[in-house]
């Protein structure tokens, strides 16, 4: 569903990029090629198909997104988790850390230890 989705979108882009195109944005565009006033679709026409066209393609576009983020397709079990979400998971609480001893072995040469007080 979503690889369809996806080449809807794709199609209805270029057919918006190319609707788009062909519009003047002075008023001109395709419909400057029509001046003839006994043709079935004239300039008033035209201008209402291109502006409906975009519109239309639009709300499409919008319409197509919304739709395809809504159905990505989601992977079950843990690969769907994050590394952040993982990492919170294995966390060690700081409180249940052993205590490592203060004093250095008596065994240890080098470095100074503390000596027992009689």
Known sequence: MYYAL???ILIVCV???LIVLVQN???GGLAANFSASNQIMGVRKT???LEKATWSLAIALLV???AASLSIPNSSGLANRSA???QIQNAVDPTEIP???VNAP?????GTTQTPQQ
């Open 99 to 101: 205590q490592m001893p």
């Open 15 to 17: 057919l918006l990029g």
């Open 6 to 8: 996806s080449v809807l």
């Open 64 to 66: 197509l997104c919304l």
């Open 25 to 27: 944005s002075k008023g």
């Open 47 to 49: 201008n209402d198909f």
């Open 84 to 86: 952040i979400e993982e």
């Open 106 to 110: 008596s065994g240890q040469t080098g």
